[in-house]
């Protein structure tokens, strides 16, 4: 897949074990910011996103938690599956002046073994 | 659930010739984008596109890549002349208003391969 050469930190977990992913920021101005994961052969899907005002949102078995003093998201995952195995990568958007764009993170390689 | 969907998924061009990859958007998205990913290297931004017209472009966009909305439904990415190093997987994306708080949701892309 288009991942083949990336050298992903990886984060190996046993399926029905929780994950966390993490990831610095850079812009201290940016201040929404999304989790997409990417499959292989597949383009990034979104799977939640949070704005500055908030430390912590929840989804179905996701959990983003910000902290903005040292300019870190995690990406939290419950009973991890097997489906879950891909690359994960943070995006950030600076809202305020910031126009349109995502600024994409290096990514994770999240393998779950069974 | 609606979805991006991009064609061809994979495109291989010789060097210097022009290719056209295409987007079909979420239907009630109003603002559309360009990614690409290098192989092994991160998912850069290259243009938005909002009421018919370029909103940003980042340095990569340079007087060899367009972009045009044809028609309703789709959008594309031209590229004049291509080189080498255009090599890529080409991403379109969509978001339902302002991006400033509402997530962008991608294609699964178009490899493009110049030889």
């Known amino acids: 897949g288009e991942n083949v050469g990336l050298h992903l930190p990886t984060l190996s977990v046993q399926e029905g074990d929780n994950s966390i992913i993490n990831c610095a920021y850079s812009n201290s101005a940016s201040d929404y910011f999304i989790w997409y994961k990417q499959e292989s052969g597949k383009g990034p899907q979104f799977i939640i996103d949070i704005r500055s005002n908030m430390d912590k949102r929840q989804g179905q078995r996701v959990t983003v938690l910000l902290n903005k003093t040292v300019k870190h998201l995690s990406l939290q995952i419950a009973a991890t599956q097997p489906g879950d195995s891909a690359v994960y990568f943070c995006a950030e958007n600076k809202e305020a002046g910031g126009g349109n764009k995502l600024t994409f993170g290096t990514g994770t390689q999240l393998k779950v073994e069974l | 659930e609606p979805e991006v969907t991009q064609t061809p998924s994979h495109q291989v061009t010789q060097m210097g010739q022009e290719v056209i990859l295409r987007c079909v958007p979420i239907s009630n998205h109003l603002y559309f984008y360009w990614y690409r990913q290098i192989l092994g290297q991160k998912v850069e931004f290259l243009v938005s596109?909002?009421?018919?017209?370029?909103?940003?472009k980042s340095e990569i966009f340079d007087d060899q890549f367009s972009v045009e909305r044809p028609d309703g439904s789709n959008f594309t990415l031209k590229i004049r002349s291509t080189k080498l190093e255009d090599s890529a997987m080409y991403f379109c994306?969509?978001?339902?208003?302002?991006?400033?708080?509402?997530?962008?949701?991608f294609g699964d892309g178009t490899r493009l391969s110049i030889l």
């Open positions: 596109f909002y009421n018919n017209e370029i909103s940003e």
């Open positions: 994306a969509s978001s339902e208003t302002t991006p400033r708080g509402q997530p962008q949701h």
